[in-house]
């Protein structure tokens, strides 16, 4: 088979390794990919947004599957050309990413299909809703509606943090924003391969999404991960599919809009139990890059699968993997490029999130760098390995979190 991911990240340099390694592949291809993508296939000089040109690139080189890395691709509808040209194609239709690139079409679709969630109310006047902010108090939770690249989320834990999150939402003109409860709880990620309502759920990781150790700081795109989560049982799991997942995935096919692909489920689990504080409509980022080296089974086999209607047990490593993610000064207001990486020789896989060479040297372009993913027989031993090796990147532009895994070292 000849394999397609698109996408330039982390993730799609997760998912060009894994996908490398089935016996069914015979070339992986990744458009645009980065210099760390090109050790596991052939990066294919195309923009992640001009899906004409990446359809026109897999029908001339007869490509058998296509896996979509970012959600801004699936958003452009990346999903309909495909199929339109007779192309497999691992991702959701535009309509049905609106799952991640609609907050309100979320919860709207939360609320039909009684998916467990925060109450909310969605807002396009800023007096409105300042008024339903001081009504309800604080903490509460203020999601700008769009794609944010993981970011435009304030958990105001102050009311004035929620007021100066408004004024920043509603200063974009036509902006739509979701208001939502706040739940308590542990946080964990919790992806599965889906098509219409069949799933194949995958081992939960924890990301870390504040930039700062404690938690502190800004929402960012994940600054670590670690999987598995020994706080997240198999009941809790169980009770996340069936009660989140999968009424998910039924409810979008009864309204005509069945899915296909990776989806992602950010749940809360409270006193109340699992609840959902968010649906992405592709593999997490850095979820993927911690929690595909612990799949021991085909990926390639297990899409198939799926796509075939069929639901499959995944096998995994007893192993516990630790990501610690480096990213650029000023992350996540700004970013730094062209500052040089140097590496020495490390034990734990390395994923480039936001690189470029030239010359033969590695430099920094983007926001989010590198991620250093480790393994270990504990928790604590993965970790160590991990910041071990964190310390042999040098570049004076990158900064990581310290605290990654650290809630739940055991």
């Given at each position: 088979?000849?394999?397609?991911?698109?996408?330039?990240?982390?993730?799609?340099?997760?998912?060009?390794?894994?996908?490398?390694?089935?016996?069914?592949?015979?070339?992986?291809?990744?458009?645009?990919?980065?210099?760390?993508?090109?050790?596991?296939?052939?990066?294919?000089?195309?923009?992640?947004?001009?899906?004409?040109?990446?359809?026109?690139?897999?029908?001339?080189?007869?490509?058998?599957?296509?896996?979509?890395?970012?959600?801004?691709?699936?958003?452009?509808?990346?999903?309909?050309?495909?199929?339109?040209?007779?192309?497999?194609?691992?991702?959701?239709?535009?309509?049905?990413?609106?799952?991640?690139?609609?907050?309100?079409?979320?919860?709207?679709?939360?609320?039909?299909?009684?998916?467990?969630?925060?109450?909310?109310?969605?807002?396009?006047?800023?007096?409105?809703?300042?008024a339903y902010v001081e009504?309800?108090?604080?903490?509460?939770?203020?999601?700008?509606?769009?794609?944010?690249?993981?970011?435009?989320?304030?958990?105001?834990?102050?009311?004035?943090?929620?007021?100066?999150?408004?004024?920043?939402?509603?200063?974009?003109?036509?902006?739509?924003?979701?208001?939502?409860?706040?739940?308590?709880?542990?946080?964990?990620?919790?992806?599965?391969?889906?098509?219409?309502?069949?799933?194949?759920?995958?081992?939960?990781?924890?990301?870390?999404?504040?930039?700062?150790?404690?938690?502190?700081?800004?929402?960012?795109?994940?600054?670590?991960?670690?999987s598995p989560v020994r706080?997240?049982?198999?009941?809790?799991?169980?009770?996340?599919?069936?009660?989140?997942?999968?009424?998910?995935?039924?409810?979008?096919?009864?309204?005509?809009?069945?899915?296909?692909?990776?989806?992602?489920?950010?749940?809360?689990?409270?006193?109340?139990?699992?609840?959902?504080?968010?649906?992405?409509?592709?593999?997490?980022?850095?979820?993927?890059?911690?929690?595909?080296?612990?799949?021991?089974?085909?990926?390639?086999?297990?899409?198939?699968?799926?796509?075939?209607?069929?639901?499959?047990?995944?096998?995994?490593?007893?192993?516990?993997?630790?990501?610690?993610?480096?990213?650029?000064?000023?992350?996540?207001?700004?970013?730094?490029?062209?500052?040089?990486?140097?590496?020495?020789?490390?034990?734990?896989?390395?994923?480039?999130?936001?690189?470029?060479?030239?010359?033969?040297?590695?430099?920094?372009?983007?926001?989010?760098?590198?991620?250093?993913?480790?393994?270990?027989?504990?928790?604590?031993?993965?970790?160590?390995?991990?910041?071990?090796?964190?310390?042999?990147?040098?570049?004076?532009?990158?900064?990581?979190?310290?605290?990654?895994?650290?809630?739940?070292?055991?």
């Open positions: 088979m000849k394999i397609l991911v698109i996408g330039k990240g982390g993730r799609e340099h997760a998912l060009a390794w894994k996908l490398n390694q089935s016996p069914l592949v015979e070339k992986v291809y990744i458009a645009p990919g980065n210099p760390g993508t090109a050790k596991f296939g052939i990066n294919v000089d195309i923009k992640d947004s001009d899906i004409e040109a990446l359809s026109e690139f897999a029908v001339k080189e007869k490509i058998d599957l296509t896996v979509v890395g970012p959600e801004t691709t699936l958003a452009l509808g990346v999903a309909d050309v495909f199929e339109a040209k007779g192309l497999k194609i691992f991702g959701p239709k535009k309509d049905v990413a609106r799952l991640e690139s609609s907050k309100d079409f979320a919860k709207h679709i939360m609320n039909k299909y009684n998916v467990p969630t925060g109450a909310y109310e969605t807002f396009t006047d800023f007096s409105k809703a300042k009504e309800h108090g604080a903490p509460i939770v203020i999601k700008e509606d769009g794609l944010k690249a993981g970011k435009g989320v304030t958990v105001a834990m102050k009311i004035e943090e929620a007021f100066e999150a408004l004024e920043i939402a509603f200063a974009i003109p036509d902006n739509k924003v979701v208001i939502e409860e706040y739940l308590d709880g542990f946080e964990f990620s919790l992806i599965a391969l889906a098509h219409e309502d069949k799933v194949i759920p995958l081992e939960v990781g924890q990301d870390h999404k504040r930039v700062f150790d404690g938690d502190k700081g800004p929402n960012t795109g994940g600054m670590g991960v670690y706080r997240v049982t198999k009941e809790i799991i169980d009770a996340s599919v069936n009660e989140i997942i999968r009424p998910t995935l039924e409810g979008l096919k009864k309204e005509g809009l069945p899915f296909t692909g990776f989806i992602f489920a950010g749940i809360m689990d409270t006193k109340d139990g699992v609840k959902t504080i968010e649906f992405n409509a592709r593999f997490g980022d850095p979820e993927a890059e911690v929690i595909l080296p612990r799949m021991k089974s085909d990926l390639v086999q297990l899409i198939l699968n799926i796509m075939d209607g069929k639901e499959s047990e995944v096998e995994w490593s007893e192993k516990t993997t630790v990501g610690v993610v480096l990213a650029s000064e000023g992350y996540p207001a700004s970013s730094t490029s062209d500052a040089e990486i140097e590496i020495e020789n490390m034990e734990s896989q390395l994923f480039h999130m936001g690189t470029k060479e030239e010359n033969g040297k590695l430099y920094t372009n983007g926001g989010r760098v590198l991620i250093v993913v480790a393994e270990g027989d504990t928790l604590k031993e993965a970790k160590e390995k991990a910041y071990s090796d964190v310390e042999k990147i040098k570049c004076k532009k990158l900064f990581f979190r310290h605290d990654i895994g650290a809630k739940d070292v055991v």
